[in-house]
């Protein structure tokens, strides 16, 4: 069993429903928030549950083993490099970080530390990928050629009453970072790794500081092409993903939290193969899906058996993506990956910001 503490019950709400679907291999033995009375409601009477408002109650807890860090994005950083200092592993909301250099920090503390930091990608498990994962284990997908995304969302005056939503200070970016980070990581998790962006950024939709549409172009190192379009005043909310292969196509449905769990279809190129990929199809069991399918791949990673779990390294692309789209938008022109520690954002893409007043810059000329 693995002792978890989750600091945080806003969207803690949620990891914690997660943690209860494998319930033989999770014990939950905290919930931290500021607000009590909420942390109590979201507990729902689980005396298994202790209930504190500081974080250092739940690191000096030995039987805890892992810390779920679900608080707003401008605490990520300092809380996972606390938790990984006190020897704990991490569970980090997304956006990881900032900035590169922040991730970098968080790289370093996570090798010291002997731990591990795993970014949250929920939307990595379900039906839909599982399908994907086995059709190309069998050899029936071939090489990534083109992609188009969709993050069309409705987001509006009632989602920005939260002070910090909308705020360069709080959030540090919009609806590239906070929303359509989930279909980019999709995206490089089955084309590989992407070495050219281009992209337009606009705030259209609400009376914000960040952006709220964008319009992205990708290049990646095997050749692949891929668009992706994000706005956050949709009618309603739709994640797709549509994935043209070699020898295949695999177009997901438009649940937008959970597009794994979506109505995929996966049609062969050639029709004489289609039955071997509805034999691979028709032969799968169901997966966990969503947050559970997330943290049974932690379990399995902390128990010896790596490879489906999310890495720190992923959480660092999807961060490296996010800083080229907002130089790549500010500049009008592609911009190369990787980006190296002299680019321009690697330090911070907030605007008026420097390496000598970010966070990180601050941190990096800090004795150790």
Excluded at 314 to 324: F, N
Aim: one cysteine or more; a negative charge; proline letters at 7%.
């Amino acid at each position: 069993m693995i002792g978890t503490a989750i600091i945080g019950a806003g969207i803690g709400r949620e990891h914690l429903a997660g943690y209860r679907a494998v319930a033989d291999r999770f014990a939950v033995r905290w919930l931290i928030d500021l607000d009590i009375g909420r942390a109590v409601e979201v507990a729902g009477g689980d005396t298994n549950i202790k209930i504190g408002s500081e974080i250092a109650e739940a690191l000096a807890d030995p039987a805890v083993d892992l810390v779920d860090i679900c608080l707003p994005p401008h605490l990520h950083v300092p809380m996972a490099l606390r938790a990984l200092r006190a020897g704990k592993h991490v569970v980090l909301e997304k956006p990881i970080a900032p900035s590169l250099a922040e991730c970098d920090l968080l790289a370093e503390a996570e090798a010291a530390s002997g731990r591990r930091l795993f970014p949250v990608f929920q939307y990595r498990y379900g039906p839909g990928t599982a399908a994907l994962d086995a059709l190309i284990a069998a050899g029936l997908v071939g090489r990534p050629q083109v992609a188009a995304l969709e993050t069309h969302w409705n987001r509006g005056a009632a989602y920005y009453a939260v002070p910090w939503r909308g705020t360069w200070a709080g959030e540090r970016g919009g609806a590239v970072l906070g929303h359509a980070i989930h279909n980019h990581d999709l995206l490089c998790r089955y084309f590989g790794e992407p070495v050219g962006v281009s992209a337009q950024v606009a705030t259209r939709i609400n009376p914000i500081e960040t952006e709220d549409c964008a319009s992205i172009a990708l290049r990646f190192a095997n050749g692949a092409l891929a668009t992706s379009s994000v706005t956050l005043g949709a009618a309603g909310d739709t994640t797709r993903l549509r994935l043209v292969f070699e020898h295949l196509t695999a177009t997901s449905g438009d649940l937008p939290y959970a597009p794994a769990d979506g109505a995929w279809t996966f049609t062969a190129r050639d029709p004489a193969k289609q039955p071997a990929v509805d034999a691979v199809l028709a032969a799968l069991p169901t997966p966990k899906s969503g947050f559970a399918g997330y943290v049974a791949a932690i379990a399995d990673a902390l128990n010896g058996a790596p490879g489906r779990e999310v890495t720190l390294a992923c959480g660092r692309r999807s961060i490296e993506l996010v800083t080229a789209v907002y130089a790549a938008a500010r500049s009008a022109r592609e911009v190369a990956l990787p980006l190296p520690p002299d680019a321009e954002f690697y330090h911070s893409w907030l605007p008026g910001e420097t390496h000598a007043t970010s966070a990180a810059g601050q941190a990096a000329d800090r004795p150790r």
